[in-house]
């Protein structure tokens, strides 16, 4: 099994350590599409999947989620923690497991979901629907230094409710200064780069595990794909999420995503679990 860069009691001391500047963002991926974020002093997550709920689920099934890293941290040791993000209802974006802990150790904790998905998120977690922030594509919500424009995904459709409203969302975050674009589970489609690429976005989180039918699981973007959306919508620099979660479920950065980057000079990170990352000047 994969061992985090940092887990557990060193990980917490990295987070709560004091930053250089109040104006600093850092963030920290988590695994699968989850990152915590830290700017001005205050936390948010985005898709947190910090429980054992999808091995457990698929464990007698002929799909068995079989873990390939471990788990970085407990959900209820992250506390101070503004707002939490879930893109749409599939487990690993929308968790019980993770996110009743989190409420419990975070009281004051918001909730950012896709409108389309308030009243089952809400069934899902056992709370009022009222207490969530329902967002769709161009709509926003301020939490503290955070403000959050949603933004449609395709995964691998532009699904909607029977209102209008989009299942799948993804997520741009402005921390001041920055802006994070978090696409959540994600092909392209057509509008998408029109859309993103007037946001002056500093770092892109993308999907890079790739859209494989048998596979039996939405599809997302490969990492020549990734690394070509990031270029497109003029990212500053792009950092790959959801993979080496689930063993039927990954993709090797090295091998689409970063040839790709070095071939149209997009600045990338690649990241272990548990590993920090800051804009460089």
Request: aromatic share 8%; glycine share 6%; hydrophobic share 40%.
């Amino acid at each position: 099994m994969i061992e985090p860069a940092r887990s557990d009691d060193a990980l917490l001391a990295e987070i709560r350590a004091a930053p250089n500047s109040q104006n600093e963002l850092k963030l920290w991926w988590l695994g699968q599409s989850g990152f915590l974020v830290r700017y001005h002093g205050e936390f948010v997550l985005l898709d947190p999947y910090l429980s054992e709920s999808l091995t457990r689920k698929y464990a007698d099934t002929d799909k068995p989620h079989v873990r390939m890293t471990r788990r970085v941290i407990a959900p209820e040791r992250l506390t101070q923690i503004s707002a939490v993000t879930s893109s749409h209802l599939h487990t690993d974006h929308c968790d019980a497991d993770t996110l009743r802990p989190l409420m419990k150790s975070n009281p004051a904790l918001k909730i950012i979901v896709a409108e389309a998905n308030r009243g089952a998120t809400a069934e899902r977690l056992a709370i009022d629907a009222n207490t969530l922030i329902g967002l769709d594509d161009g709509l926003s919500a301020v939490v503290g230094p955070f403000e959050f424009h949603g933004v449609a995904a395709a995964h691998n459709e532009l699904a909607r409710d029977e209102h209008g409203h989009h299942s799948y969302l993804g997520f741009l975050v402005h921390c001041g200064e920055f802006t994070i674009y978090h696409s959540g589970d994600t092909l392209r489609y057509a509008g998408m780069v029109e859309k993103l690429r007037e946001r002056a976005i500093d770092v892109a989180l993308l999907p890079i595990n790739g859209d494989r039918p048998e596979r039996r699981v939405a599809g997302n973007l490969d990492g020549a794909e990734a690394a070509e959306l990031a270029h497109d919508i003029g990212a500053r620099w792009v950092i790959p999420c959801h993979y080496e979660m689930f063993e039927f479920n990954t993709a090797d950065p090295q091998t689409l995503f970063v040839p790709t980057c070095r071939r149209l000079g997009q600045a990338c990170a690649i990241l272990k679990v548990g590993e920090s990352w800051m804009p460089p000047p």
